[in-house]
């Protein structure tokens, strides 16, 4: 299966992002290893700090996978989100690469990359 493709686009004050300029999401979004795209659920992490800007590690462990090479996180076109020490330790103990970049570039490093790796982008900010 060929890796989705992704771009990031910002017509007027919406941002999106489209997958194969195809598939437009306007909300963030989780690419798993076998490609399906799902809603982030950044409740998990607005129980832990009040806010989805940190990505906690309940919600790190709902999104990796076993086997996953490393993960690509666009934390938004000004890069405000970041990933909790916690979150990071557990991938670090997956021995899962970590690529935390806003969003723009964030995009540009998945399109880049080969292997088994998950995305979370957080678009809405």
Aim: aromatic residues 8%; proline residues 2%; glycine residues 8%.
């Amino acid at each position: 299966m060929r890796k989705a493709s992704l771009n990031f686009i910002l017509p007027g004050l919406r941002t999106l992002l489209t997958i194969n300029n195809e598939q437009r999401y306007d909300h963030d979004i989780i690419i798993a290893l076998d490609g399906k795209v799902k809603k982030r659920k950044k409740k998990l992490s607005k129980a832990v700090y009040g806010t989805s800007h940190t990505i906690s590690l309940d919600e790190i462990k709902y999104t990796y996978q076993d086997k996953s090479e490393g993960i690509v996180i666009g934390s938004g076109q000004y890069g405000v989100a970041k990933l909790s020490n916690e979150a990071s330790e557990f991938l670090k103990n997956k021995h899962c690469k970590i690529l935390l970049r806003p969003t723009p570039e964030a995009i540009q490093e998945w399109n880049l990359t080969e292997g088994k790796w998950i995305g979370l982008f957080h678009i809405t900010c």
